[in-house]
C-alpha cells in the first residue's frame, strides 16, 4: 500500500477488496495492477471511460428531472472480483430461487395452489397482492417458465453474508449496462483485465434468445419468431429494450406494430402480418391488453392475453409474476423452497417483518428509526424509507401509513452494505454496494455470471439506485481453479 | 323450472370499424340447483371463439374480428332447469364471522373498484345492522334497507359510477343496487360477492312473476353473502327476494368488472349504436307433469 | 420490415426531400424578385404559398410580404410545411428507426438538425437568406450522400428513396406550376429568370450541355418535366419511384400502388411538350400531382395502414 492512490484508503464495515490492510486473495492481482497506476492515470480512464459511454449514447433516464433529461450511464473504473468459491454458491442458489417462485407462480396460476391449500403462507395474502393477477389464471407457460428473466438483488452485510433483498420477476432491467460496462472495461483497463481468467458475459443475447425459443408454444413454426415489445422511445429503459432486440437480432416491436387475428399474434410488415411466436415483453401486465385489464390508457395490444391464453404465443415473463415478488411474500420464499424442492435455500433473506401481523407492527413501530420501510409493489427503489435517515416528520407520516394500511409495507433490518474501493474525487474510497444478478430461465435456467454491480457514491450512502445517484461497476467473475 | 334464454347485443356501426376483440360472459353457470341444458354461441360477421373458464368458473367465450365491418351481432341461446336454492336451516351468530371466516374470503371483503365506501355508508350499514341477531338476519335486513333507500331508475347512473354517488342520489339500476349492498355487508366484516345473472320477471325492479310465458328483460345484477356454516346466500336486493328458481345465474366476482356480460375495444370511428335484449321463454316440462 | 419503421423511412424521404426543395422554391422565388419590379413581390409570395397550399395555414393575406412568408416557410415550428419543422419530423422519423439505419446517417440528420437549432437563423434569414438555402441544400444533399453510401440496398433503403422521389416529384411540378404562371403574366424575354430556374433545381449545366445556351421555355418545361436523364425532372423522380417500388412490392402482384405510379410515369413518358402546354399546363401538373397523390394512398394503404392508425375505443354492454 505504498503509492498515492490507497494511502488514505480506509475500509469502512465489510470491505470486498481488504481484509485489515491486505488486499483479499482475488483482489491481489487487481490491487498490484493499480498500485502501479496514479491518481492521474486512473482520472484519464475514468475520462475515457465517460467519453466511450457518451460516444455509445448509453443513458439512462432520471426520473423526477425534466422533460426526463438522460444521463450518462456512470460505471467506476475499479472492477468488483467474485472469487469462484463464492460464485458457484450463488450461481445454485440464484438458480433455486428462481426455480421455487417459478414453480410457486406456476401452481398459483394453472396448478392447484397447493402452497397456498397446505398453508405455506396465508390464502388472503396472495389474493391481497395487487401483483395476484385473476386474469392470468389458467394461462400456461411452457416448462412452467414463467420467471424467464429475474433480477435478484444481492447484499452482502457486515460479516460478508450474501443475502438476497429482493426479487424481480416483472420486467428487471439493468442487463444492457452488464454487457457495456464489460466492453468499456476492456477498453480502459485492458492489462487488469487480461491478468484475470475472467468469464465472460456477452453471451446473454444468444442465452435470452435460446431461453425464448425453448418456450414457444407447440404451433410455432422454424425457426421460432420472437419479437422484444417495448413501450416506445420514451421509456426509460428504451435503450435496454433495443439493445437486446439487437443483440438477438430480432425485431423491437411497439404495440401498434402487434394485432391479433382468431387468437394468433402477428406482427404489421410491409409484406403482410408475420406470425409471433414469443414475445419478450417489457411492458407491465396492465398495459399489454386493454380488452383485459382496464388501466384506462388503452395502450397495449388489444386480444394478446386471449392469444396467450390459447396457447398461441408465449408471454415472457409470463402475466402476474407481481405476486411473487410482492416483499410481503418474499419473507415466505424460504418455505416455498423447501415446499417446492424439498432444499434448504442457499441464499438466506435479510431479516423483515411483516406489519400485518399486529405483534410485528408494534415491533416494527418501535423501532422505525433503525429499520428500512418499503412498499410491497414498487420497484426500483421508490418509496423506500431508511429510518436511521428520515426526519422525525417522516417518521411520522410512514408510521401513520403502517397502521393504516399495514399490509402495504414491509420493515427490514438496515444491512450495512459491503463496501468496495471506488474512484471518487481523485482517489479511491470505500463506496458501499449491491449486485443483481440475472437468471435466465427457459427449458434450462442459467445464471449470467457476475451482474450489475451498483455502488452509492455518496459518501456513506446506502442508496445504490442509478436514478438516486448511484454508479455502477463491472462484475468479475473468476473461473475456477484459477 | 325450465328457460330458453336468449342474449342478443346488436353494434352497428355509422363507420365501417376493424379489430374488435370481445369478451363474453353470458352462459349460465351450472350449479346445484341450476343445470345447464344447451347453450349455443352466434356471431356475425363470423368469428373464431375461444372459450376457457376465467378466474372465478364463469365462462368467457373471447373473439375478434379483425377485418372491416360496419355491424356486430352476438346471439347466446341457452336452456336452463333450475330449481328453488337450498334455505340456510338455522341463522348463525354474528360470532361466526371470525377470523378464520374473513381469511377465507378476504378478496371479498375489500373493497374494490366499484364498491369503495366511506364513512356515510358505513354508518347507514351499522344503523342497519343494530338490530340484527344472526347473519342472515343481517343479510336481510341489509338488503332491505338498501331496497328501501334506493329508487329504481334506469338510466340514472352510469356504469362506473362510484358508489356513494349512488347513496347520496339513493337511486339506481340493478347494479349500483348491488353494489351499494357489497359496499355495505364489507364494511360490516360480511364477505359478499356480485353474480351477473338473468331474471325471469315481468319487471326487473318488482320482480313478480310474468304472466306471459316470453319476455323481455336485461341482464340482471344480485349478491351473495358467505354465510358460515352454511356457504352462499344468495340476495336480490333490487327486488327484495331471496334468491329463487327464477334467478339464473351467470357468475360472480367482487364487482362488476369481474364478470360484466361483455366488454371489448375496437378500432375506428367512435360513433355507434348498442343495443342489448334479453329474451326468456318458459318452457312445460315433460317431467314437471310426472312429479 | 415492420410497417412502422418502413412508413418512419418513407416519411424521413419525404421531409428531407421537402426541407430541400422549399428551400430551392424560396430561393428562386428570392433571387427571381431581385430583378422585378417591387408591386410584383406580394403576388409571387402569394403564389409560392399557394402552390404549397400553405395560404390558409399562413392565414392574414395582407401580411403577405417577403420577410413573413420566408419566415412562415423556414422557421416556423408550427407550420408543417417549413423547413425547421421538416427536419425536425425528419429526425424524428429517423429516431424512430435508428436500428435500421446506418449511424452516420442518424448522425447527418441529428446533426443537421442541432446545426438548425443551434444558429441565429432569423438574424441569418433577414441578413443573407441564400446563406440559409444553401445550408439547407448542403445538408440535405449531404443526407442522400451518406444513405446512399452506408445503406444496404434492402428494404429499408428503398423507402427512404421511394419517399424523396415521390416528395421530389410532386415539389417540381408546384415550382413549374409558379414559373409559368409568372412568366405568363410578364411578357418578353426572360433570360435571366429561365437562368433561375434551371439554377434553382441544379438543372443550369445539365441544360446547356443538352440545348446550348438556347433559352426556350418550352425547351426549359420539357427538361425538368420529362427529361429521362435529368435527376430532379418529374419523369426521372417518378421513374425511380417505380423501380424502388416494384421491388418493394415484389414480383407477380397488382398492386394498385404499382399500377398507378406506372400509369402516372407512362403518361409523362410518351407525351410531347408541345402538347402540354397546348392542352393547358396548370391541368396537365394539377392532374400529376393528383395522380401521386392517388400512388402516396395506395402506398400507404398497402404497406403502412393496417388498422394500428384508427383510434381505439373500449365499449362495455351489460
Known sequence: ????????????????????????????????????????????????????????????????????????????????????????????????????????????????????????????????????????????????????????????????????????????????????????????????????????????????????????????????????????????????????????????????????????????????????????????????????????????????????????????????????????????????????????????????????????????????????????????????????????????????????????????????????????????????????????????????????????????????????????????????GG | MRLEIRYVTDFSYRKPVRESHNELRACPAELRHQELLSYRLAIDPPSRVHTFTDFWGTRVDAFGVRGRHDHLRIVADSTVTTTTPDEPRDDPGRASLDDEHRAEHAQYLAPSAHTQWGDAIAGAALDLAAPAGGVVDLAQRVMAGVHDHLDYAPGATYVGVDVTEVFVAAKGVCQDYAHLSLAMYRSLGVPARYVSGYFYAADQSRGDAPEAAEIEVQTHAWVEVALPGFGWLALDPTNRLTVGERHVKIGHGRDYDDVLPLRGVFHGPADHDLGVSVRMTREQMASQSQQ | MLSRHAEDLYWAGRYIERAEDTARLLDVTYHGLLESPPGEAPAAWRELLDVLFLQDAFGDPEAINAATVTRFLVLDPDNPGSIVAAVARARENVRGVRDRVSTELWEAVNSFYLEMVDRDLPAELADRPYEVYRLVKHECQAIAGVANESMPRDDGYRFLVLGRMIERAEMTCRMLAIRYARLRREAGPAYHQWVAVLKSVSAYEAYLKEHRAAMDPTRVLEFLLLSPDFPRSVLFSLATAEAHLTDLVGPGTGAAATRLLGMARARLEFCEVDDVLASGLDEFLEGVQSEIWRVDDAIDRHFFRSGADLDLHAYEAT
Not at chain 1, 161 to 190: C, F, H, K, Q
Not at chain 1, 430 to 445: K, N, W, Y
Open chain 1, 1 to 480: 500500500m505504498s503509492t498515492d492512490l490507497f494511502a488514505e484508503y480506509r475500509s469502512v464495515g465489510y470491505c470486498e477488496a481488504f481484509e485489515e490492510r491486505t488486499p483479499r486473495p482475488h483482489y491481489a492481482a487487481l490491487v498490484r495492477r493499480l498500485e502501479a497506476m496514479s491518481a492521474d492515470d486512473l482520472a484519464q480512464r475514468a475520462h475515457l471511460t465517460a467519453a466511450i459511454f457518451r460516444s455509445l449514447g448509453i443513458t439512462f433516464a432520471v426520473y423526477g428531472d425534466q422533460e426526463g433529461a438522460e444521463r450518462t450511464w456512470p460505471m467506476d473504473l475499479i472492477p468488483r472480483i467474485v472469487p469462484p468459491q463464492e460464485w458457484d454458491v450463488l450461481e445454485r442458489g440464484l438458480a433455486q430461487r428462481v426455480r421455487a417462485l417459478s414453480m410457486f407462480l406456476d401452481d398459483l396460476y394453472v396448478g392447484e395452489q397447493a402452497s397456498v391449500n397446505d398453508g405455506v403462507l396465508p390464502r388472503w395474502l396472495v389474493e391481497s397482492s395487487d401483483g395476484y393477477l385473476r386474469q392470468a389464471r389458467g394461462i400456461g407457460a411452457p416448462h412452467g417458465a414463467r420467471v424467464v428473466v429475474g433480477g435478484i438483488d444481492l447484499v452482502r452485510d457486515d460479516r460478508g453474508v450474501y443475502r438476497v433483498l429482493e426479487d424481480n420477476l416483472r420486467v428487471p432491467s439493468g442487463i444492457s449496462y452488464v454487457l457495456e460496462n464489460r466492453v468499456a472495461m476492456t477498453r480502459v483497463l485492458p492489462v487488469a483485465f487480461a491478468r484475470h481468467e475472467v468469464l465472460p458475459v456477452n453471451h446473454y443475447g444468444a442465452s435470452l434468445l435460446d431461453a425464448l425459443r425453448s418456450i414457444a408454444p407447440p404451433a410455432a413454426g422454424e425457426p421460432v419468431t420472437v419479437v422484444v415489445l417495448t413501450p416506445g422511445v420514451h421509456n426509460s429503459a428504451y435503450f435496454e429494450h433495443a439493445f437486446l432486440a439487437r443483440q438477438m437480432g430480432v425485431e423491437l416491436v411497439e404495440g401498434r406494430d402487434l394485432v391479433v387475428e382468431d387468437h394468433v399474434l402477428y406482427m404489421r410488415t410491409t409484406r403482410g402480418l408475420q406470425r409471433v411466436d414469443v414475445v419478450y415483453r417489457r411492458v407491465g401486465d396492465e398495459f399489454l391488453d386493454p380488452v383485459v385489464f382496464r388501466s384506462g390508457s388503452l395502450l397495449g395490444v388489444p386480444g394478446i392475453v386471449a392469444a396467450a391464453r390459447a396457447g398461441t404465443v408465449t408471454l415472457a415473463n409470463a402475466l402476474g409474476n407481481g405476486v411473487a415478488d410482492d416483499k410481503a411474500v418474499y419473507p415466505y420464499v424460504p418455505d416455498l423452497i423447501r415446499y417446492y424442492l424439498g432444499e434448504e435455500e442457499l441464499l438466506p433473506n435479510v431479516t423483515t417483518y411483516l406489519p400485518w401481523q399486529p405483534d410485528q407492527l408494534a415491533h416494527v413501530l418501535d423501532r422505525l428509526d433503525e429499520l428500512v420501510v418499503k412498499p410491497v409493489a414498487e420497484a426500483g427503489g421508490a418509496g423506500i424509507v431508511v429510518g436511521s435517515q428520515a426526519s422525525a416528520e417522516e417518521l411520522d407520516r410512514v408510521a401513520a401509513a403502517l397502521r393504516a394500511h399495514p399490509r402495504g409495507f414491509v420493515a427490514q433490518e438496515t444491512v450495512q452494505l459491503s463496501t468496495h474501493p471506488t474512484f471518487v474525487e481523485g482517489r479511491l474510497a470505500a463506496r458501499h454496494i449491491d449486485l443483481r444478478p440475472f437468471v435466465i430461465s427457459g427449458e434450462r435456467t442459467e445464471v449470467v455470471p457476475g451482474g450489475l454491480t451498483r455502488v452509492a457514491l455518496r459518501e456513506g450512502s446506502l442508496i445504490v439506485n442509478s436514478s438516486q445517484g448511484g454508479g455502477s461497476k463491472d462484475t468479475w467473475v473468476l473461473a475456477g
